[in-house]
């Protein structure tokens, strides 16, 4: 029964939403099952095409790459292999905060609006087209299937808390239900919050964990503190996403609930840029993501040097990412995997550490809880949390052009929300945050808990 609503969701009940939604997700991941088999060299005579296709199309229709193109005297036709796309120069976020409107296509229909801020400590507002969004559900899709995990399977997923649910939300829990996907809401880990979690993914019996290594490793310690036993349940993998995988969290994760776990890696800035296949190799979506390693003089390193990840996504002609940089530190690999696919690899992927906060009652929270009251601020270009002790925390930010008079109100009072109301929030404004030992803002820092 259960097997036969799996297959009802992935071949039918799925493939009409995403119509209705303008997405060709399906057709985009039968593909993707096609060339990832392909080898390296048809997969980059196709990386090749789709970014003469890209840049063609930004130069006719979206101002800001106009004009960048013209400046540079760059043409389609000028692209003639992957290493002219060197020619183009980076892109970052204070350029697209300073130019939103000009990135978008003058053709794109149906854009939805994201922020980010989440893994660098520098809040982003950007924009994702129908191409984009079926590109990047289709290549999760396309990894999950690896694990013998398919749309419509039972999937708790780990993550942020829907704290304001707007119509669009209740919208998307009626289609949670339809997908058999259950939240849990990451953000606070009280002690009777953990139990009921325990509780759900018993129930549930997913196959699929999907979330924050953070939160699911904290889980998976909880049960067992609590002698839940959870190995049984029948659950396929664990997928990890958004924050570095320590190896001791791959560990308990693993025992506990009795599943391996896959990586992820990527956002919704910069894609879905790699999965992790049940080899071990983190595959990267090399049909949709070109990944370029640069020193800090922005220099292409070869393969096997760790430096910084720049993507250019090829599906984003309604608001393109062409070399943007993200802020990860990662190595190329020169190995291939033994499943035989042809994507190339990526190793080592560094620098995104997230720590968790204690709000005020002692209840344990995601550190992103107090990321999300920043990022979506306006005239922001970069910010720190440091939680000194349970009833203090110090928010140091770079301000820009647009930035609120009332700032420093807003953040306080987004803090207190999730912290609680006793908290003291110091907000102070500094004309720079420095860089942490990784190259990276290290966003939230907690005395208290992670540090
Ligand atoms: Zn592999």
Not at 142 to 164: H, K, L, N
Not at 166 to 185: A, H, K
């Amino acid at each position: 029964m259960s097997a036969l609503y799996t297959k009802l969701v992935a071949n039918f009940i799925f493939p009409i939403q995403e119509r209705l939604k303008h997405h060709d997700t399906v057709a985009v991941r039968k593909k993707m099952d096609e060339s990832q088999w392909w080898p390296r060299e048809r997969i980059e005579a196709l990386q090749l095409d789709r970014l003469r296709n890209l840049v063609s199309h930004a130069e006719q229709h979206v101002p800001y790459y106009r004009e960048l193109f013209e400046k540079i005297g760059l043409t389609a036709a000028s692209i003639q292999s992957l290493a002219d796309l060197q020619r183009i120069p980076f892109l970052t976020k204070p350029i697209i905060r300073n130019n939103l409107e000009r990135f978008k296509s003058d053709e794109a229909q149906h854009l939805s609006r994201f922020n980010t801020g989440g893994s660098s400590g520098e809040p982003l507002i950007f924009f994702i087209g129908s191409e984009r969004v079926s590109h990047d559900v289709a290549a999760k899709w396309r990894a999950t299937r690896w694990w013998g995990v398919d749309i419509g399977d039972p999937e708790i997923v780990v993550w942020g808390s829907p704290i304001e649910l707007t119509s669009q939300d209740r919208m998307r829990q009626f289609r949670d239900r339809l997908m058999r996907t259950q939240l849990l809401p990451a953000f606070e880990m009280s002690e009777a919050k953990l139990d009921g979690f325990v509780e759900t993914i018993q129930r549930a019996r997913p196959a699929m964990l999907f979330g924050y290594p953070s939160s699911i490793s904290l889980i998976a310690r909880h049960a067992e503190k609590s002698g839940q036993r959870m190995s049984d349940l029948g659950i396929k993998v664990a997928f990890v996403t958004s924050e570095r995988l320590y190896d001791h969290q791959r560990d308990e994760i693993s025992r506990i609930f009795g599943c391996p776990v896959a990586n992820g890696y990527g956002g919704r800035d910069a894609g879905f840029i790699a999965h992790q296949c049940p080899n071990g190799g983190m595959h990267i979506t090399a049909e949709d993501i070109i990944v370029e390693i640069i020193d800090k003089d922005g220099k292409v390193l070869p393969k096997g040097t760790a430096g910084e990840v720049v993507v250019t996504h090829l599906a984003t002609s309604d608001f393109p990412f062409i070399r943007y940089r993200t802020g990860d530190v990662a190595v190329l690999s020169e190995k291939s995997c033994a499943c035989g696919r042809g994507l190339p690899l990526l190793d080592e992927i560094q620098g995104r550490t997230t720590d968790f906060v204690l709000a005020a009652d002692g209840t344990i929270m995601h550190g992103l809880a107090v990321v999300y009251p920043i990022r979506d601020i306006p005239g922001i270009a970069a910010f720190k949390v440091v939680q000194e002790t349970l009833a203090r925390v110090v928010v140091q930010i770079v301000p820009e052009d647009g930035c609120d008079s009332q700032v420093e109100a807003i953040i306080a009072a987004g803090i207190k929300a999730r912290l609680g109301q006793t908290v003291d929030v110091q907000v102070r404004r500094v004309d720079h945050i420095p860089l942490e030992k990784s190259g990276k803002f290290r966003y939230v820092q907690s005395l208290v808990v992670g540090s």
